[in-house]
T-cell receptor
Framework: EAQVTQNPRYLITVTGKKLTVTCSQNMNHEYMSWYRQDPGLGLRQIYYSMNVEVTDKGDVPEGYKVSRKEKRNFPLILESPSPNQTSLYFC????????????????FGSGTRLTVV | RKEVEQDPGPFNVPEGATVAFNCTYSNSASQSFFWYRQDCRKEPKLLMSVYSSGNEDGRFTAQLNRASQYISLLIRDSKLSDSATYLCVVNEPSGTYKYIFGTGTRLKVLA
């Protein structure tokens, strides 16, 4: 089954304790992205990657790191989590757009609900 | 002005009704447009892409108006299972794969 898999689904942690949220896709997609979703603010992009070893900042990258060493994996790292990073996180992937400039939209993982106390 | 704006709703409609949502976007150079559906606490799921000529998928019709910079979603014969939040998504035409999400319009279909 084609899917984006995130782990863990739920995580409660303490301020300052480094954590990693994993993301893996089995569709051979070039593009991957991390979003956070907060009430009233909608989905905001944290980082995205256009291919292996190519990553760039989204709208809210502060406090996060990513890496793309393999095409299928795109982990999100919080080096020193703080309470304002409590949120619902989604990983997403998409295949490359076609020559006419059309893009295909993202497939999302099931989400990771993170609480930092 | 927000890059992508939607009426948050909620839209409360009876079963069988027709309901329409609009979404406006600020960047006239945007190229790709989508409607996603999100159920409470679940991941967004792609409902349909929006093409310049308009497109239809069963009870759902999407339209794009580039001159006025808005896209619309029409749902005919609403079902209880259509209750969800509908997200408008516009890509940022910077050569990157960056998408801007609206905050969503909540729909409740009532029995």
């Amino acid at each position: 089954e084609a899917q984006v898999t995130q782990n863990p689904r739920y995580l409660i942690t303490v301020t300052g304790k480094k954590l990693t949220v994993t993301c893996s896709q089995n569709m051979n997609h070039e593009y991957m992205s991390w979003y956070r979703q907060d009430p009233g603010l909608g989905l905001r992009q944290i980082y995205y990657s256009m291919n292996v070893e190519v990553t760039d900042k989204g709208d809210v990258p502060e406090g996060y790191k990513v890496s793309r060493k393999e095409k299928r994996n795109f982990p999100l790292i919080l080096e020193s989590p703080s309470p304002n990073q409590t949120s619902l996180y989604f990983c997403a992937s998409s295949r490359q757009g076609n020559l006419l400039g059309a893009n295909y939209g993202y497939t999302f993982g099931s989400g990771t609900r993170l609480t930092v106390v | 002005r927000k890059e992508v704006e939607q009426d948050p709703g909620p839209f409360n409609v009876p079963e069988g009704a027709t309901v329409a949502f609009n979404c406006t976007y600020s960047n006239s150079a945007s190229q790709s447009f989508f409607w996603y559906r999100q159920d409470c606490r679940k991941e967004p799921k792609l409902l349909m892409s929006v093409y310049s000529s308009g497109n239809e998928d069963g009870r759902f019709t999407a339209q794009l108006n580039r001159a006025s910079q808005y896209i619309s979603l029409l749902i005919r014969d609403s079902k209880l299972s259509d209750s969800a939040t509908y997200l408008c998504v516009v890509n940022e035409p910077s050569g990157t794969y960056k998408y801007i999400f609206g905050t969503g319009t909540r729909l409740k279909v009532l029995a």
